[in-house]
């Protein structure tokens, strides 16, 4: 299928001139430097160890195991193997690239309003982008959701200024088809902007001619993006966990997706009402029709935001039944449109008194800045606490000593990921129960023993001191696990009376 040339009719656009580009990059930049400051406080989590321990492999080995599992991941784990060869596995260089995924997106945003609507807006946008918990959240994590929604940001500048341009050659097209492609190989869901964008052609006057170039382009980068497409399919059942959990409570719909704490989301959600209801009341009441939708050639910010927020949410809440895909972070390429349809919130406010928009806009500062303080905490990662745990046994153990980590528990949460996201505590330690190293491995995390396994095959021979790594779940903290103590107490190894208690471990010291 051949991209087509269009011609279309001439716009009162606001050309992206020099200020634009120059208010964006400061803006991004900002983004960046907010969502980079404390990210290194928070400790790894599973998913990050997921990333990280993927990354880490030789390139066979990463092939390998994408044939088994985590193939949707694959491109954000090859882009992250060659940036920490080069910047190390810290938190903070682990982090950093969605800090700057983060700054894109944000600088798309202001972008994009601009185009849309008018620098005043997109200031305004931009400024809530960079801010808002899901935005802040994802930029200081080692996974791909801050660059899907950089990906999606900018997907969405490229349609509306080929919506803007008088001529649209075919190299337009083919930019389109190509960052469409391969945003798609950076995170599979990425592709649901079809739909997005589909919706936003229905609901404007687009040349034919417009709708076939768009067409055959989105045709090409699906047909680029079969193959992670049919693997993604072969390799569901990963996620399969989410048919057996409440994805899609009211609590995740109205808290979880992009603000962080009850009371951001109900200020945030007010605010979209507003953005939504304003305009059209002042419309009713002044006789003028409702003209944002159907009459126009480009959307305005508030169509093309409600269609950006909510297009994907629905797909994917409504396939939960048919195919589980749906947990809260997979629409974090969703933040940046409640981002704009807040800004147009504060600014209906505005125009009607500014005062009301003025305490809005600071109010929603005021409650966003204790959840922005609170996700740079050190448990703030799904109350992970594999750097504390680390800091302990490197203070307790010495060389040669084995240790043992509770198995019992699902890969993400086991304590062993300690030892490979926060090496420095276990250096010269012994992995007694240790199977298949990851990197042999054709899943993501490392295979163990039980300890009686290990004992068969005597792993325990000269080890006299062993730290015993329990879990401890946040439903029951004062009954930590027992996995393998009483396999070690059979073989002769007594509790020492030294036990210390992390925020989810207990490390247990044990000798014969």
């Known amino acids: 299928m051949s991209l087509v040339a269009t011609r279309q009719a001439p716009l009162r656009a606001r050309p992206l001139t020099g200020s634009v580009w120059f208010v964006a990059t400061v803006a991004g930049l900002l983004s960046t430097l907010l969502a980079a400051a404390g990210s290194w406080i928070p400790s790894l989590w599973g998913d990050e160890a997921a990333s990280l321990l993927s990354a880490e492999r030789s390139l066979p080995s990463l092939a390998t195991m994408l044939g088994h599992v985590d193939a949707v991941h694959g491109a954000y784990y090859l882009g992250l193997h060659w940036w920490i060869s080069v910047f190390g596995t810290s938190p903070f260089a682990l982090r950093f690239p969605s800090a700057v995924a983060v700054g894109l997106t944000t600088a798309a945003v202001v972008v994009l309003v601009w185009r849309l609507d008018g620098r005043r807006l997109a200031v305004l946008a931009g400024a809530v982008c960079m801010i808002l918990p899901r935005v802040t959240y994802m930029a200081e994590e080692a ?122 989301a ?41 269609a950006w927020l909510v297009v994907p949410t629905v797909i994917l809440v409504s396939a939960q039944a048919v195919i589980p895909g749906f947990t809260a972070r997979y629409v974090s390429f969703c933040a940046p449109a409640a981002a704009i349809l807040i800004a147009c919130g504060v600014r209906s406010l505005f125009r009607l008194r500014a005062w009301a928009g003025i305490t809005a806009g600071a109010l929603l500062l005021a409650l966003i800045v204790p959840v922005y303080v609170g996700q740079r905490t050190a448990y703030a990662k799904n109350d992970s606490d594999w750097a504390e745990l680390s800091a302990v046994v490197g203070a307790h153990a010495h060389p040669g000593d084995g240790v043992i980590f509770d198995e019992s528990v699902r890969p993400s949460r086991r304590p062993r990921l300690a030892m490979h996201t926060y090496p420095a505590g276990f250096a010269g330690l012994v992995d007694v129960t240790l199977q298949t190293p990851y990197q042999q491995n ?44 009483l396999p070690l107490e059979r073989e002769g190894f007594v509790q020492t009376g030294l036990r210390v208690a992390t925020h989810r471990e207990l490390v247990i010291e044990l000798t014969r």
């Open 442 to 485: 054709d899943t993501w995390h490392d295979a163990a023993y039980s300890v009686d396994q290990a004992d068969a095959r005597d792993r325990l021979e000269g080890v006299e001191r062993i730290w015993l790594i329990e879990y401890v779940d946040a439903e029951t903290p004062k009954q930590p696990d027992s996995w393998g103590l």
């Open 266 to 306: 109900t200020a945030a959600w007010a605010l979209m009402v507003a953005a939504v209801c304003i305009p059209w009341l002042l419309r009713v009441r002044s006789g003028v029709r409702n003209t944002w939708m159907l009459t126009r050639s480009t959307p305005t910010p508030l169509a093309l935001a409600v």
């Open 143 to 264: 996974r791909s959701y801050a660059f899907s929604a950089a990906v999606v940001a900018w997907l969405t500048v490229l349609l509306v200024e080929i919506l803007h341009r008088r001529e649209v050659g075919t190299g337009w097209w083919v930019g389109y088809a190509a960052l469409l492609a391969v945003g798609t190989y950076v995170f599979l869901y990425v592709a649901l902007f079809v739909a997005v964008h589909a919706v936003i052609l229905a609901t404007l006057r687009v040349r034919r001619a417009t709708l076939i170039g768009w067409a055959a382009a989105v045709a090409c980068a699906m047909l680029a993006a079969v193959p992670l497409g049919v693997v993604g399919l072969l390799e569901r059942n990963q996620i399969s966990y989410l048919a057996t959990t409440d994805q899609s409570s009211f609590e995740t719909m109205f808290r979880s997706l992009w603000f962080g704490s009850w009371w951001v």
